[in-house]
C-alpha cells in the first residue's frame, strides 16, 4: 500500500540457548525466546518461585565445574546466557568474596566447557562508581561497590577467554514481579506501596536510566540473533532520579503524592548504590533505528502502557488501584 512501510525479517536459525539465572530477567528472556521460535533451558540451583516453563527448568550449581561440563555435554547450546545471581547488591556488600568467587566461577565455567558457544553476560551499570551523570562503552570501569567488582571480575574472564561474546551492561532493570525473594525492584515496590496506601520511602538523590524486563529482553534476544559482540551499554532513554520516578507513578494512577518521603541514600534500603547508576551507549541508538521490532520506552510509556494493560499482563489488585473494565465480548 502506498505510504505504508512494512518491514519483514528474513527467518533467523533456532538457538539453543542455555539460561544461567532463574530469576526475574532470566525468565522474562526465557519468555521472550521461547516466543520467537527459539530452544531455551534455564539453569540454577533451585527451582524458581513462579516459574513459567517448568519444563524448561534444570538443576545445577553453575559454579560446580563438573556438573557444568555435563550440562553442556547433555544440552549441547549454540548460546550461554550468564543473568545469574548473586544480584542483590546489598547483600553482595555482607560477603564480597563470595559475590566475587561465584560470578568468577560462573564465566570461567562457561568459557571452559562451552568454548564454542555464543555468550551473554548481563553485567551492570555499577561497574561505574556514580561520579559522571553517565557513562558510555568508552569510559573506564570503577566499582564502588562489591557486586560492580564481582561483576566486572566476570566481564574480565570473558575478555581473557575470547570467543564470541557480548558484554551488556544494562541500567536498572523493572517491570512488574510479585515479592517472592524478598526484594521487589524500585518500581514495582513503589507501586504496590503507594496502592495499598503505605509510606514509600525514596532516596533523595539517586539517579538511573532504568528500561523495562521486556524491552530489555527484546534487546537481547535481537543481540543473540545477530552475533552482536563486543561491548554494550542497555539502558532506557531518560535519566531519572528514583524521586521524580516515583511522582510520576504517584501522577499516572492517581496515588497519594504525599505518601512518598524522601529520605538520604544512606539512610534507605539503596545505600551502596552509586548516586548516578546511569547508561548511554554508542552503538545501541543505530541498533534501535534497524530493528522495528524493538521498543526501549521511557519511565513514563512504560507506566501508560502498564495503566493500559491493567488485569491482563501486570495482574495487579490493590484497593487504591483502578481496576479494568470487564471484558463482556
Not at 209 to 218: H, N, Q
Not at 259 to 277: D, E, G, H, M, T
Not at 282 to 289: G, N, T
Request: hydrophobic content about 40%; some cysteine.
Amino acid at each position: 500500500m502506498k505510504g505504508h512501510e512494512t518491514h519483514q525479517r528474513p527467518a533467523t536459525p533456532v538457538m539453543n540457548v542455555l539460561i544461567i539465572g532463574g530469576g526475574f530477567v532470566g525468565q522474562c528472556l526465557a519468555d521472550e525466546l521461547l516466543s520467537n521460535g527459539h530452544r531455551v533451558a534455564i539453569a540454577c540451583r533451585n527451582r524458581p518461585q513462579g516459574l513459567r516453563h517448568r519444563d524448561r527448568w534444570i538443576q545445577l550449581d553453575a559454579t560446580d565445574a563438573v556438573a557444568f561440563r555435563k550440562a553442556v555435554g547433555w544440552l549441547r547450546p549454540s548460546v550461554v546466557v550468564l543473568v545469574n545471581g548473586p544480584s542483590d547488591i546489598s547483600e553482595c556488600a555482607k560477603d564480597p568474596v563470595e559475590a566475587a568467587r561465584i560470578h568468577s566461577a560462573v564465566a570461567r565455567n562457561a568459557c571452559e566447557f562451552a568454548p564454542t558457544a555464543y555468550k551473554l553476560l548481563v553485567s551492570t551499570d555499577n561497574v561505574f562508581d556514580g561520579r559522571r551523570t553517565t557513562c558510555t562503552e568508552a569510559v573506564t570501569p570503577e566499582p564502588l561497590n562489591a557486586y560492580g567488582r564481582a561483576k566486572l571480575a566476570a566481564e574480565r574472564i570473558l575478555h581473557a577467554y575470547g570467543g564470541q561474546f557480548l558484554i551488556a551492561r544494562t541500567s536498572l532493570i523493572y517491570g512488574w514481579e510479585e515479592d517472592q525473594r524478598g526484594w521487589q525492584n524500585f518500581f514495582a515496590l513503589s507501586i504496590q506501596r503507594l496502592a495499598f496506601a503505605e509510606t514509600l520511602e525514596v532516596p533523595a538523590d539517586l539517579w538511573n536510566t532504568p528500561i523495562v524486563v521486556a524491552d530489555a529482553a527484546k534487546i537481547y534476544r535481537r543481540c543473540l540473533e545477530e552475533n552482536v559482540t563486543g561491548l554494550l551499554h542497555v539502558a532506557g532513554p531518560q535519566r531519572i532520579s528514583r524521586l521524580d520516578w516515583a511522582r510520576l507513578l504517584a501522577a499516572e494512577f492517581g496515588f497519594d503524592a504525599g505518601l512518598i518521603k524522601a529520605v538520604p541514600v544512606q539512610a534507605s534500603r539503596y545505600f551502596c548504590r552509586p548516586r548516578n547508576s546511569c547508561l548511554s551507549s554508542e552503538r545501541l541508538p543505530a541498533m534501535l533505528a534497524q530493528w522495528h521490532d524493538v521498543t526501549c520506552r521511557s519511565p513514563a510509556e512504560v507506566a501508560a502502557d502498564m495503566k493500559a494493560g491493567l488485569g491482563t499482563q501486570w495482574h495487579i489488585r490493590a484497593p487504591h488501584l483502578p481496576q479494568p473494565m470487564a471484558d463482556k465480548t
